[in-house]
């Protein structure tokens, strides 16, 4: 069976995981430059954060720990809070220093943490 070419076999053809994370780069710009977040307030603009990656947050870890990862992220000041959800890489490694947060605090088990989405053979996660 033939084996699908890869983005440095065919420079134009993007991944499916590069496709999401540049279309996550670009809606998350679209984001930032919005009339309602820069009018907003620091509130306002931490919880239009939250929800745009909640989503991805829930792919990463799953739905029990999403909504408390969620809210860890958007705690941080708003500089660092920009810049860490600038990227799906950068949203991808504060997930996981957060789970790494999580356990170290005893706020989740390793074994939860092992069948975390993040962690399966799957790798939802770029």
Request: hydrophobic share 45%.
């Amino acid at each position: 069976m033939p084996l699908a070419p890869t983005a440095q076999q065919v420079p134009n053809m993007l991944m499916p995981d590069q496709m999401r994370a540049n279309s996550y780069r670009a809606d998350v710009m679209k984001l930032f430059q919005s009339l309602g977040f820069m009018n907003g307030s620091e509130d306002q603009r931490k919880q239009m954060v939250g929800t745009y990656i909640f989503r991805e947050v829930t792919r990463m870890v799953g739905e029990e720990f999403s909504p408390k990862i969620t809210g860890m992220i958007i705690d941080l000041p708003m500089a660092d809070l920009n810049y860490s959800v600038s990227t799906l890489d950068m949203l991808n490694f504060k997930v996981r220093s957060a789970v790494q947060l999580l356990v170290e605090t005893n706020n989740a088990a390793p074994d939860t943490i092992a069948q975390m989405p993040m962690n399966s053979d799957s790798k939802l996660v770029v």
